[in-house]
């Protein structure tokens, strides 16, 4: 079942790089307690779209973003948390936006944005979106419509929805 506007953000952990420890675990529904944070997803990290556009988009747009309000950005993607570490690294993200991995794609089929892309050697892997969540509710849905492309999805399209 997909997720909509005004549901809970389900409560399934996601793995984050930590500093003190090396990995930590995220629970977006706990995180987000009494926060506004965007969450957006990426079939794939280092793919083209997800390194040149999506994610660039956030890290350019984090100071207007933070500025209307938003306490957190986090990048989901169906790798595991070595391959969202190197990522953040060759991204410089570390202190913008968190790249969370969901490795068993547990939060991706719990929220419905699973895809298989098997047929391009990916497996499941998740639909590019992004969400606002406000104080643990998903206020907005945005999933992308077009292959390759990141506008319903990304920052500017986020900016336009927070006002």
């Known amino acids: ?9 389900v409560n399934e952990p996601l793995m984050i790089p930590s500093k003190e420890k090396g990995v930590g675990s995220l629970n ?6 009494g926060k506004k944070i965007i969450v957006f997803a990426v079939p794939a990290a280092f793919s083209p779209t997800c390194s040149r556009t999506h994610l660039p988009g956030y890290l350019e747009n ?9 306490d957190a950005i986090i990048c989901v993607s169906v790798n595991d948390i070595f391959v969202m570490k190197a990522w953040a690294k060759d991204q410089n993200s570390e202190d913008k936006v968190i790249l969370a991995a ?3 794609a547990k939060f991706t089929k719990a929220i419905g944005m699973d895809v298989d892309l098997d047929t391009f050697g990916q497996g499941i892997r ?4 992004s969400m606002l969540i406000d104080d643990s509710i998903i206020k907005s849905i945005n999933i992308e419509g077009k292959p ?5 999805s990304g920052a500017t399209k986020m900016l336009e929805i927070i006002g």
Do not use: N
Request: charged share 40%.
């Open 62 to 70: 984090h100071d207007k973003l933070m500025e209307k309000g938003i």
């Open 126 to 129: 998740s639909k590019r979106y």
């Open 28 to 33: 977006l529904q706990e995180f987000s307690k």
């Open 148 to 152: 390759g492309q990141a506008e319903d």
């Open 102 to 104: 969901d490795g068993s």
């Open 1 to 9: 079942m997909t997720i909509k506007v005004g549901d809970k953000i």
